[in-house]
């Protein structure tokens, strides 16, 4: 049995529907982040788990019990919310230990408790400090550490690192990813940020429109999208249009608009003659001047882009151009080259337009 089952969820404000029919389950012990663009839904089914909405219709459950209808404190669920929330009038430490205090925990116990979980996000030293005395990413661990210290089974965090500056955030994902596999316990994370999304989860769920269009892993979600949607959000990827012709030796060919016509190594719905097709190549996928791949095509560079790691390079097909991310041993090619772009059509995912 799954620890949390979302059945059937709707929630509307009026006449409008910003979840519809949401069916999920969320296992004890994994990390799930909800990723989708502002006003998916996302946060929105964050906060009926809460319990800070209500839902229009459906129920939540939690080990089997019906808790839509329960007060948030009871629920057992700590909350790390974008803002931190942190009391500013008060201590590090007096923050950390607000959640015992309302649940009239003994005063030696509170002691004992906000001491290991200032040890746990390593700020044992500040406990004496004002918020307003701490860095965005201290303040942040602060945040987390009064969300621990009742020890929940449910961790929700509703875009903490929103607010941190690039490198502070890529630091945290990886301290919250530790965290989370030394703990144990069930995180359900809110981000409209596909990386941090693909380096924290177990499992991601796509949200769009109120609906999920996929869940998955990491890997899943970025190699095999299920549709147009996931395909386009999740990542960087070239669209191709195109045309299905008739099949041959019982494998649908697309006849592309650069006039290129290829088999996709995986098709996405049923593709008839003549219909309407969308093709997807990832950047990373396409190679330049490599004789190991499958399929090559004649392209002209139109822009060159050093981006530390890789280079960006945009080529031109014609009436089309596609994004390759290459890496630096093959950065000899500069603007106006003609070259030969390569690669493998099992990286390409075909999908009805």
């Not at 059945?7 to 404000?13: A, T």
Request: with cysteine; charged share 20%.
């Amino acid at each position: 049995m799954s620890l949390i089952t979302f059945s059937n969820v709707d929630k509307s404000y009026g006449t409008v529907k910003v979840i519809d029919r949401l069916n999920l389950d969320i296992e004890e012990g994994e990390f799930l982040s909800l990723l989708g663009p502002s006003g998916s839904g996302k946060t929105t089914s964050l906060m009926m788990l809460a319990g800070f909405e209500a839902v229009s219709s459906g129920q939540i459950t939690m080990d089997g019990l019906r808790i839509d209808d329960v007060a948030t404190y009871k629920r057992g669920m700590g909350i790390v919310f974008q803002n931190y929330a942190l009391f500013p009038h008060m201590s590090v430490a007096e923050n950390i230990a607000f959640p015992l205090r309302m649940r009239k925990v003994a005063r030696a116990e509170i002691a004992t408790r906000v001491a290991q979980a200032l040890d746990r996000v390593r700020l044992g030293h500040l406990g004496d400090r004002r918020p307003a005395q701490l860095s965005g990413g201290q303040q942040q661990r602060v945040a987390l550490a009064r969300a621990l210290v009742f020890e929940p089974r449910v961790i929700l965090l509703d875009e903490p690192l929103g607010a941190l500056d690039k490198n502070l955030r890529e630091e945290m994902q990886l301290e919250l990813r530790s965290l989370h596999h030394n703990l144990g316990l069930t995180f359900v994370f809110v981000t409209h940020d596909q990386g941090e999304a693909l380096t924290m989860s177990d499992r991601i769920a796509v949200f769009d429109r109120g609906r999920i269009a996929q869940i998955g892993s990491p890997a899943q979600i970025y190699d095999a999208p299920d549709n147009l949607f996931v395909a386009g959000f999740v990542g960087e990827t070239n669209f191709l249009s195109g045309t299905a012709l008739a099949h041959q030796d019982g494998a649908p060919v697309i006849q592309l608009e650069t006039g290129d016509t290829l088999r996709p190594g995986a098709i996405i719905g049923a593709l008839s003659p003549g219909a309407e097709v969308r093709v997807s190549l990832r950047p990373e996928a396409i190679r330049i001047a490599e004789t190991g791949c499958d399929t090559h095509w004649q392209a002209q560079v139109s822009d060159v882009v050093y981006q530390g790691g890789h280079t960006r390079v945009i080529l031109s097909l014609g009436n089309a151009s596609v994004v390759a991310l290459l890496p630096q041993s093959q950065t000899g090619v500069r603007n106006g080259d003609r070259v030969s772009l390569g690669f493998d059509t099992h990286n390409l995912r075909a999908f009805c337009a």
